[in-house]
């Protein structure tokens, strides 16, 4: 039995992370922490009496019980809780971002490496069967040789609070389009060079960070992908996610669960639809969209530990999706292009 415990029992750390491990037989669920008495005690109504809860995090990771961690705190707070708990010899299993900087994803990647711990990151798009379907198909060339990828993604805000916030979540496209932007770099298997975007704060003005922008990645071989996110759309909240090649082309909905699939040779047009386990523990986002990705991401992870394999989403490929968010803000900053050796260096 794996003991674990989790970081940060607020609504997604409940919703998301508690409802999913409940329904994995061999997690025991010990402690939580949570800074709010409401969300402590939602979390033990969830777990059941004989959890333990914290007010303060670090009280979880002394536990000397706990095997893992789920570190789902704010995004500021990653880099430190996700350190201490590879300091106390935890696997953790960390929510994107891994860190706000460059520098600290490397930092917590090359510590997990030393102390021989897993070190996951919640990229659950990965896991998610449409997308997975979707790598699938490029990877035994169905597309022939891949040039673009792209996702369109227009849908209404993020929860209000700390998510409004430009220190606390690192900026928008690090906050949200992190886990495009990884999938872009698992989808190309090839290194990201340098970003061009454009973006601003047109509509949600209250807020410190961007509500919509334009993101241009240019990968080896002249492949590129593109990201056009818009945060003050509340209606559809489809996010639209193709790839196209000299063979082919393929087009997503994540909540249509639908994959498309062109051939330029022949006029075939396939059609399917990706479904999933129909798990009851389905999140569902502040936008009101189901992610299926997070529990078979917390499955992996339990696998991770039993079997010693590197996770899917590794620090490494955590680093490299950081770097550019990063350098797609810069851009917009800047109002230029930005190198993504820049960034790692």
């Known amino acids: ?27 025991e669920i010990v402690a939580v922490s949570s800074r709010s008495a409401e969300s402590r005690e939602a979390a033990s109504s969830l777990v059941g009496s004989e959890l333990q809860t914290f007010s303060d995090w670090r009280d979880v990771v002394a536990m000397d019980e706990i095997d893992a961690v789920v570190v789902a705190l704010t995004n500021d707070q990653h880099f430190e809780a996700t350190r201490a708990c590879l300091e106390a010899g935890k696997h953790v299993l960390c929510e994107k971002p891994l860190g706000l900087t460059v520098e600290e994803c ?20 990965r896991y998610q069967r449409l997308y997975q379907e979707m790598k699938q198909r490029i990877d035994r060339g169905d597309l022939g040789a891949l040039q673009l990828l792209w996702c369109r993604e227009f ?102 669960l639908e994959l498309v699939h062109h051939r330029f040779d022949i006029p075939d047009r ?47 490929s955590a680093t490299q999706a950081v770097a550019v968010c990063l350098a797609a803000q810069e851009s917009i900053r800047r109002k230029e292009s930005v190198e993504i050796a820049e960034m790692l260096s």
């Open 1 to 27: 039995m794996i003991k674990i415990g989790l970081l940060g029992a607020g609504w997604f750390g409940r919703e998301a992370h508690l409802r999913n491990l409940l329904r994995i037989e061999e997690v």
């Open 106 to 125: 490397v930092s917590l990647t090359d510590q997990a490496e030393a102390a021989n711990r897993v070190l996951q990151i919640g990229h659950e798009m």
């Open 155 to 256: 849908r209404g805000p993020m929860r209000p609070g700390w998510r409004s916030s430009e220190a606390r979540t690192g900026g928008t496209i690090l906050e949200k389009n992190v886990h495009h932007i990884d999938l872009f770099n698992w989808m190309m298997n090839a290194a990201p060079l340098r970003v061009s975007a454009h973006g601003g704060t047109n509509v949600l003005t209250d807020r410190e960070v961007l509500d919509n922008a334009q993101v241009l990645i240019e990968y080896e071989n002249q492949q590129r992908a593109s990201l056009e996110v818009c945060l003050f759309a509340p209606f559809g909240g489809e996010c639209e996610i193709g790839a196209c090649g000299d063979l082919g082309r393929i087009d997503t909905r994540n909540q249509a």
């Open 270 to 316: 396939t059609v399917m639809r990706i479904g999933d386990a129909g798990d009851d523990a389905n999140f569902v986002d502040g936008s009101g969209r189901v992610d299926r990705g997070i529990g078979p991401e917390l499955r992996a992870f339990v696998d991770s530990m039993n079997t010693g394999t590197r996770p899917l989403n590794d620090g490494a």
